[in-house]
């Protein structure tokens, strides 16, 4: 059973920084692509950034541009987010998501991803 563990939330103050891992398990197959998402309360699940195991190609919401970087290990079946100058407005709980197969749909839809991690609450002080 295919699962996705995705960890390295926290607490910072507003310019700092944070990490996001998520790891799938409980399969051998690569992930076509992987991305993460954020929620904040009373506010609509929204992607981040994604990005495709093979060839690494990557795209971003246009709050995290400039600011996000996701990379990839294909093999790995992992993905991380590396969030610089954080911002209150980014807080939230962020999910790592991934799909197996063909593609679904745009890559910061939620619709087109299959398996989800449990999430991992960010929070940024003012």
């Known amino acids: 059973q295919v699962q996705l563990v995705d960890s390295g939330g926290g607490s910072v103050q507003a310019g700092g920084s944070l990490r996001l891992s998520c790891v799938a398990t409980?399969?051998?197959?690569?992930?076509?692509?992987m991305g993460w998402f954020r929620q904040a309360p009373g506010k609509e699940r929204q992607g981040v950034a994604a990005?495709?195991?093979?060839?690494?190609?990557?795209v971003y919401a246009d709050s995290a541009e400039g600011r996000f970087s996701i990379s990839a290990d294909g093999a790995k079946n992992a993905v991380t987010l590396r969030m610089n100058n954080l911002k209150p407005e980014d807080t939230a709980i962020y999910y790592c998501?991934?799909?197996?197969?063909?593609?679904?749909?745009?890559?910061?839809?939620?619709?087109?991803?299959?398996?989800w991690g449990q999430g991992t609450q960010v929070t940024v002080a003012s």
């Open positions: 409980g399969t051998l197959y690569r992930a076509s692509y």
């Open positions: 990005i495709y195991m093979t060839g690494g190609s990557s």
């Open positions: 998501a991934a799909q197996w197969g063909p593609a679904l749909g745009e890559l910061l839809s939620p619709t087109s991803y299959s398996h």
